[in-house]
């Protein structure tokens, strides 16, 4: 059995996962609209990964004979200014939810409960991850301007994006 706090903490984890899932989904489909069908496969891609690390969670509060508590997700922002704007707000989302995976690392280790600390260890490594590839498409987003030739090559770069559940690959 999980502890009441470590429970709160990853059941709202599980909101959040679903939440970044709903939000590239949403840009996924900006991007589709903007004529930008590489980006657009990298956020759909993004949006199945975010489903499979609430998943992840669901299933390892049952796995300790918990309940899972499963709450309204709210509403995602649909409405962008610029390509840049996107991916300035991937990297500031990704930043908050490596906080929020410190901070349930953080209570975990308080509270003594060594199984959900070695659990939590893969979300750590995959923030690296996730932080790294978007701060990598940042970066090259700012080099070629955000237009012209640079993007297109982008653009097909990104669409070689496929999709792969590293939740089971971990395992
Ligand atoms: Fe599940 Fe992008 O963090």
């Not at 704007?85 to 690392?105: D, G, S, Y």
Request: net charge negative; hydrophobic share 40%.
């Amino acid at each position: 059995m999980l502890k009441p706090k470590v429970l709160e903490a990853i059941n709202n984890q599980i909101n959040a996962e679903y939440y970044s899932a709903f939000l590239y989904l949403s840009m996924s489909a900006y991007f589709y609209n903007k004529g930008l069908p590489g980006f657009a496969n990298w956020m759909y891609i993004q949006y199945q990964e975010e489903l499979t690390h609430g998943n992840k969670f669901f299933a390892y509060i049952h796995e300790r004979g918990c309940k899972a508590e499963i709450k309204a997700i709210e509403q995602v922002e649909t409405g962008f200014e610029n390509i840049l704007e996107v991916w300035e707000k991937v990297l500031a989302h990704e930043q908050k939810v490596t906080a929020l995976i410190n901070n349930i690392m953080d209570i975990a280790i308080k509270e003594s409960d060594h199984a959900t600390i070695s659990f939590l260890k893969w979300f750590v490594d995959e923030q690296v991850e996730e932080e790294a590839n978007v701060t990598e498409v940042l970066d090259t987003l700012k080099l070629i301007n955000g237009q012209g030739n640079g993007l297109f090559m982008l653009d097909r770069e990104m669409r070689q994006r496929t999709f792969v559940d590293q939740t089971q690959a971990a395992e």
